[in-house]
């Protein structure tokens, strides 16, 4: 599928999606990375399953993935109309994904660094209204329940 045949959005988000595991730059993300992304965009999958996906856009089987294999995989995935439910449950799984040692919160740091990654046209003003707005408190880290009250209210 060529770019023209997404949605703008969907467009938008898968390549973010690649940007934020595309760490080098090269215009590929490694297979193990695919899960990882799929969970973001609230796919859990079992390995089995990711693999066939993999092996179906990845014929040669390099071990890496193009945006566009990746488009492939991925884009049957992204529902651009979201309910609050769905978008909240989406958001609960990224915060899951980037709370990594299980402590319940993120640092200030690293939420800036993913809401980035979600939209890289957002200025550093907006950024810093954003998270004045969620670290209402001023203590440098965002638990979940905080975070979703905030951006939904």
Partial sequence: QADGEYDKEQLRILRNAFKAFDHDGAGFIEHADV???????????EPPAVKALIKEVDKGSTGKLDFSQFCKLAARFIEVEEDVGALQNELKEAFRVYDKEGKGYLTVATLRSILHELDDKISNQDLDSIIEEIDADGSGTVDFDGMTINLFS
């Fill in 35 to 45: 899960s990882s992304i799929l969970e973001i965009l609230g796919q859990k999958l």
